[in-house]
């Protein structure tokens, strides 16, 4: 049985979504089932216990999994993928304590990011305030002034566009995330196929994209395959599951060419949705009979350039808005100062 949200359910409030993790692992490493373990932690993280607590039930009483149960309390696909896969090989406490850890990563990621903006872009917002200030009131003043003291017609005026650099930059801002939002939205509305294929194609998103499927992959194909579950059916657990797409639809392809006899790496080499080294750390797992666990490892160095990538981003972001803002600064200077040069030679 497949559970489907309602509309209540939707609205579910849930608070502190990476402990409640960390916690539900803990508890169910010490021994405690699943739905014991959230009877205990529900009371803490939500404030319609009662709701979730039918939920719950009802879900589990109908066949579900624990995958629908955290799809019920409002968790999205990077935490439904890995727990759906992690009751297949058994290992659903470990699973779970690995996707708290990823999400305190992509809280401190949000945060750092957060704390970068605050300053640029209340600053860049307030100079552009500033400098509708100098619009409206200094720029008129100033040029009635120069009218007044200009004996002909070929004095210029107060360069009012230099003015205007703050709100060009926050518009172009502005489109750039409305057309990230719009194509977001076109893509998603595509078939996965297509979905790929545009993604890969994208010059800054490819490669992350293309290191995200790789890591995801490698770790959860690594994960079943050094439990004991055959290539194949592992594969095609891979390509059952609903809760993400574009995962499905690579080991769906992959499964497809293994199951003609090809080797797993010859099947990775092939396609572009991999990195580019996938192949051979496929390769060499064939080669030592330890598949599934090279290939965890590797999905630990793709984690690892996947953060390091993220940090780089972010290291580049204050300093571009500071170089906008520098020159913000150095357009009102020039608006300020040219009349007043042009101003000094007419007396």
Same mark, same amino acid.
């Given at each position: 049985?497949?559970?489907?949200?309602?509309? +209540?359910? &939707?609205?579910?409030?849930?608070?502190? !979504?990476?402990?409640?993790? +960390?916690?539900? %692992?803990?508890?169910?490493?010490?021994?405690?089932?699943?739905? #014991?373990?959230? +009877?205990?932690?529900?009371?803490?993280?939500?404030?319609?216990?009662?709701?979730?607590?039918?939920?719950?039930?009802?879900?589990?009483?109908?066949?579900?999994?624990?995958?629908? #149960?955290?799809?019920?309390?409002?968790?999205?696909?990077?935490?439904?993928?890995? =727990?759906?896969?992690?009751?297949?090989?058994?290992?659903?406490?470990?699973?779970?304590?690995? $996707?708290?850890?990823?999400?305190?990563? +992509?809280?401190?990621? /949000?945060?750092?990011? @957060?704390?970068?903006?605050?300053?640029? #872009?209340?600053?860049?917002?307030?100079?552009?305030?500033?400098?509708?200030?100098?619009?409206?009131?200094?720029?008129?003043?100033?040029?009635?002034?120069?009218?007044?003291? @200009?004996?002909?017609?070929?004095?210029?005026?107060?360069?009012?566009?230099?003015?205007?650099?703050?709100? =060009?930059?926050?518009?172009?801002?502005?489109?750039? =995330?409305?057309?990230?939002?719009?194509?977001?939205?076109?893509?998603? %509305? @595509?078939?996965?196929?297509?979905?790929?294929?545009?993604?890969?194609?994208?010059?800054?998103?490819?490669?992350?994209?293309?290191?995200?499927?790789? /890591?995801?992959?490698?770790?959860?194909?690594?994960?079943?395959?050094?439990?004991?579950?055959?290539?194949?059916?592992?594969?095609?657990?891979?390509? &059952?599951? !609903?809760?993400?797409?574009? $995962?499905?639809?690579? *080991?769906?392809?992959?499964?497809? @060419?293994?199951?003609?006899?090809?080797?797993? %790496?010859v099947a990775v080499e092939r396609h572009t949705f991999a990195a580019h080294d996938m192949a051979a750390f496929t390769r060499h797992g064939e080669a030592t009979g330890m598949l599934g666990k090279?290939?965890?490892?590797?999905?630990?160095?793709?984690?690892?350039?996947?953060?390091? /990538?993220?940090?780089?981003?972010?290291?580049?972001?204050?300093?571009?808005?500071?170089?906008?803002? *520098?020159?913000?600064?150095?357009?009102?200077?020039?608006?300020?100062?040219?009349?007043?040069?042009?101003?000094?030679?007419? $007396?």
């Amino acid at each position: 049985m497949r559970f489907t949200l309602t509309p +209540t359910a &939707k609205r579910l409030p849930f608070r502190e !979504r990476a402990q409640f993790l +960390t916690r539900l %692992s803990a508890l169910m490493a010490e021994g405690y089932l699943f739905p #014991v373990a959230l +009877t205990l932690l529900l009371p803490m993280h939500t404030t319609r216990v009662d709701d979730a607590l039918a939920g719950m039930d009802r879900i589990l009483k109908g066949g579900g999994n624990a995958a629908e #149960v955290l799809k019920f309390l409002g968790f999205r696909e990077r935490v439904l993928f890995p =727990v759906e896969i992690a009751e297949f090989h058994g290992r659903l406490s470990e699973a779970i304590n690995g $996707i708290a850890a990823g999400f305190k990563r +992509t809280q401190e990621v /949000q945060k750092k990011l @957060q704390n970068i903006l605050v300053y640029p #872009v209340s600053l860049l917002i307030l100079t552009a305030a500033l400098f509708l200030f100098f619009r409206t009131n200094y720029v008129p003043n100033l040029s009635a002034l120069i009218s007044s003291l @200009q004996n002909d017609g070929d004095q210029q005026g107060v360069p009012v566009y230099l003015l205007r650099i703050p709100d =060009v930059f926050i518009g172009l801002l502005v489109v750039c =995330v409305a057309v990230a939002l719009l194509l977001r939205l076109y893509i998603k %509305s @595509q078939p996965v196929e297509r979905q790929i294929m545009l993604l890969l194609q994208m010059p800054v998103i490819g490669p992350s994209v293309r290191l995200y499927w790789s /890591q995801l992959v490698s770790r959860e194909l690594g994960t079943l395959l050094h439990s004991g579950i055959s290539l194949q059916e592992a594969l095609r657990l891979l390509y &059952k599951q !609903r809760h993400h797409l574009v $995962i499905s639809h690579i *080991a769906e392809t992959l499964h497809a @060419q293994v199951k003609t006899g090809i080797p797993l %790496s010859v099947a990775v080499e092939r396609h572009t949705f991999a990195a580019h080294d996938m192949a051979a750390f496929t390769r060499h797992g064939e080669a030592t009979g330890m598949l599934g666990k090279e290939l965890v490892l590797y999905s630990e160095v793709l984690l690892d350039r996947i953060e390091l /990538q993220a940090q780089r981003s972010l290291k580049i972001i204050q300093p571009s808005f500071f170089v906008l803002i *520098a020159v913000c600064i150095v357009a009102a200077y020039l608006a300020i100062l040219l009349p007043m040069y042009n101003l000094v030679h007419t $007396i």
